[in-house]
C-alpha cells in the first residue's frame, strides 16, 4: 500500500464504542496507512540521523478494557522496540496528527536530554517554530506552543526529567483533522521531513 494521507474517517476511528469495534476498524484503516508512512519514511530518517532507523507501528496490545484514543507509527534506532530510545513519531488523535520527537518514561535517556536542554536552551528557543508544542504527558493531545513556553515552564521540564521516574517529553508539530495538509499526500510528506529535520538537534541532544 503507498501512503495516501489521512482523512476524516481516518480520525473518525476514535470515536467508535469498544475496544474490540474500535480495534478493529484501527486495523482496517488506520494501521495500513501507519505502516505505508513508515516505510516511506525510513530512509529519509536514516539517512538524517546517521544510522538505521526501524519502523514500529502501536499494537496497543495491552489494552485489555479502554479503547485507544490515539496510534501512531515510530522510528527508532533498535529493530527489537523504540520505547527505551529517543524516537520520532507520527500518530494522530480523533482531533488531529502530531508529528514529533519523544523520550518517554521508558528510556534512560531522559537525564542526558534534561541536561542537554539545560545547557543549550537559548539555542533551542531561538531555533524552533513558535507554531511548535511541547508536553510532558503523551496522553495529553494539547501541550503548550514553543511561542508560548516561559524560562519557569522549560525548568519544569528539566526537573522533572532528572527526578520523575515517568517523565517523559515530547516536541513537535500539530495538524488539525480539517487541515487539508492531513489529506495531502505529497504535502504531508514534506511537512514531515521537514519537522523531523528541525527536531533532529532534540533527537542528538539525547544520546
Known sequence: MNFSGFNSRDFDVFQVPGLEPRMEMLIE???PKLEALGA??????????????????AKHARRTVNPP???WVAWGSSKRGYKALPHFEVGMFDTHMFVIFA????????ITFAEALERELDEVRRNLPGEFYWSMDHMD????????????????????????????VMCGLRIERDDPLAADREQLLKT???TFKTLLPLYRMSF
Not at 40 to 55: D, I, K, N, R
Not at 156 to 162: A, N, V, Y
Request: contains cysteine; charged residues 35%; glycine residues 4%.
Open 40 to 57: 516511506e519514511l525510513a530512509p529519509y530518517l536514516t539517512e538524517l540521523c546517521g544510522e538505521e532507523m526501524f519502523v514500529h507501528v
Open 192 to 194: 514531515i521531513r521537514s
Open 69 to 71: 484514543i490515539d496510534t
Open 141 to 168: 493531545p494539547q501541550g503548550t506552543f514553543h511561542k508560548n513556553m516561559k524560562s519557569e515552564d522549560y525548568d519544569k521540564i528539566i526537573t522533572k526529567l532528572k527526578t520523575v521516574k515517568k517523565a517523559e
Open 103 to 110: 523520550v518517554i518514561y521508558e528510556s534512560p535517556n531522559k
Open 29 to 31: 484503516r488506520v494501521r
